[in-house]
């Protein structure tokens, strides 16, 4: 695929010109040549993605321009048949739906991708069917979650600026795996749209927007990822209940998380077909079925309680700390392991600075908790490094930028220590 660098260069400047005027992006608080540097940096990373993947070796399994591919007959069929492009995205091509959450071979399956074959369509039209030129479109697409993330973390923090717009926008595996053409870059983006619009819904400043906006990026993360939007349910609902109260914002997180375990053990009982454990299973052996350089040599993991148990340690070593330094077959893993030693050393200083923080707020802690709970999910699932360090990489801004917004700048921990501890953050106005 050619770089076509007029309708490139053209676009590029329009986007920028669109960010440096919406109110959205302006009233972040980020500067203009921030904000603008930040998107140029992703766009350069999406076409590095590209061209990374535009290999002989890469390029017929690589999903990026398999998706792309697969865009270009759509786009022919949005311009001579609109009705048809709009019909086909509900077409069962399969013998029976299946349920949403099985793996392989149901209508649910095939829709993640033709959502994002649909939407590369639309970019198609503008783009003149060129992949380096629907990066651009992809990029500001998925700015806008960015930008609310950061907004909304920036309510709460008492850190430098530009450690909260590092911790966000360029964590290297995320800013990697987010600005290339697939799905992570927009299912963040749908996350981060859902906690903003929550937070100022919380906050009684909430209108018809918002709940628009929340109900949309619910809808485009179950079709997806289906398991993203329904731990989403008890991470929004512990937010709530804790946003209510001033005092033990941890219990109620502690009390909701233990009662959807309780209420999915107890589901289980009645078989398998409502059995959660089941689908994670069932999806850890799609993963057995492959080998390669990457596969982890783990124990066998079965639907049932007791096995889920045993098994936990070998989840956690999985979703934090593979690839392990003497797997580090590559550059890549190589990196991915510094980054694992970064989170590590955050988690640290985090800690060493807790006691200014006694009261953390519910919000950050709603992304402490969903960030665990999927990585853990994904621990029990994965069985490959690679494959870890791109699901892990969808997650790490959750886990990473809560700890980072409370680690105090110097002069802020000196007010802090002159006020006295353990006061709570106040939240800004948004």
């Not at 990822?225 to 929004?236: D, E, F, S, V």
């Not at 007791?306 to 190589?334: G, M, Q, V, W």
């Not at 030693?341 to 802690?365: E, Q, Y």
Request: glycine share 4%.
């Amino acid at each position: 695929m050619s770089f076509d660098a007029l309708p490139f260069l053209v676009y590029l400047l329009i986007f920028c010109f669109l960010i440096s005027r919406i109110p959205f992006f302006k009233n972040s608080g980020i500067v203009s040549w921030v904000l603008l540097l930040l998107f140029c940096t992703k766009v350069g990373v999406g076409i590095v993605y590209g061209f990374y993947f535009d290999t002989p070796l890469l390029i017929n399994t690589a999903d990026t321009w398999c998706f792309f591919k697969k865009s270009l007959p759509e786009t022919q069929l949005l311009l001579h048949h609109p009705f048809l492009f709009i019909k086909t995205l509900f077409s069962n091509k399969f013998s029976e739906a299946g349920g949403a959450l099985i793996s392989n071979n149901t209508y649910w399956e095939d829709l993640k991708d033709n959502i994002i074959i649909k939407i590369l369509a639309i970019f198609n039209v503008f783009s003149r069917n060129n992949y380096f030129t629907n990066i651009l479109f992809y990029n500001f697409l998925s700015f806008f979650g960015l930008v609310a993330f950061y907004r909304l973390v920036k309510l709460f923090s008492i850190s430098h600026q530009y450690l909260l717009l590092a911790s966000i926008f360029l964590l290297p595996s995320f800013l990697f795996w987010s600005s290339g053409i697939h799905k992570d870059g927009l299912m963040f983006s749908a996350l981060g749209l859902i906690f903003f619009s929550f937070q100022r819904i919380i906050m009684h400043t909430g209108k018809a927007k918002h709940w628009i906006t929340i109900i949309m990026c619910i809808f485009f993360v179950f079709f997806v990822k289906n398991y993203l939007a329904l731990a989403l349910i008890p991470a929004l609902l512990s937010w709530w209940l804790a946003d209510r109260n001033q005092q033990r914002h941890e219990f109620y997180f502690i009390a909701v998380y233990s009662g959807c375990l309780l209420i999915i053990m107890l589901i289980g009982i009645t078989g398998d077909k409502f059995n959660a454990l089941y689908y994670i299973v069932n999806r850890h052996n799609d993963y057995l079925k492959y080998y390669g350089n990457a596969a982890l040599q783990v124990r066998p993991l079965l639907a049932n309680t007791e096995s889920a148990i045993f098994y936990l340690p070998t989840a956690i070593d999985i979703a934090f700390f593979r690839p392990h330094p003497f797997e580090s077959k590559n550059f890549e893993y190589l990196l991915s392991f510094i980054e694992i030693v970064l989170t590590l050393t955050i988690t640290i200083i985090f800690i060493g600075s807790a006691k200014l923080n006694r009261l953390m707020p519910p919000f950050l802690i709603c992304c402490l908790y969903f960030a665990f709970s999927i990585l853990l999910m994904d621990g029990y699932i994965v069985t490959f490094s690679g494959a870890i360090v791109r699901y892990r990489s969808l997650m790490l801004p959750f886990l990473i930028t809560p700890m980072i917004a409370l680690i105090p700048e110097k002069r802020k921990r000196r007010k802090e220590r002159a006020r006295g501890n353990g006061k709570q953050i106040k939240v800004k106005e948004l």
